[in-house]
């Protein structure tokens, strides 16, 4: 089933709604699928259907999860933001392989490489 989506609706969110949003991410209002969500969890985070669009939670707390996020948006889109870029490059190493693994932090070196100029 193929639906538009209202170019309205984050305006549209009633409050209580509004605080959920701020604790999950959705990139490029990428659709629901099965493989999405497999990606989501590849990534080390819940993925969650909501109107048809997949969401992504954290899936631990206590610590700086960020290079989680920027690796699922990679992986969903196949970019990230230059922000993003940024704080990859910029983040102590150890640290950035302790959250995600060497060879995702390689896999996002090597993107953001051959897209931006840091």
């Known amino acids: 089933m193929d639906k538009k989506i209202n170019p309205y609706y984050w305006d549209t969110l009633l409050e209580d709604e509004e605080i959920m949003w701020e604790t999950l991410w959705c990139f490029d209002e990428t659709q629901w699928t099965e493989r999405n969500a497999q990606i989501v969890r590849e990534c080390g985070m819940i993925p969650i ?3 048809g669009l997949i969401f992504c939670g954290l899936g631990g707390c ?5 290079a989680t996020v920027i690796y699922t948006q990679y992986k969903l889109t196949g970019t990230i933001e230059f922000d993003y870029a940024k704080y990859i490059k910029n983040e102590p190493q150890d640290y950035v392989e302790y959250v995600i693994g060497k060879k995702k932090r390689t896999e996002l070196l090597s993107y953001i490489n051959n897209y931006f100029y840091l």
């Open 49 to 51: 259907e909501v109107d």
């Open 62 to 66: 206590g610590m700086d999860l960020t």
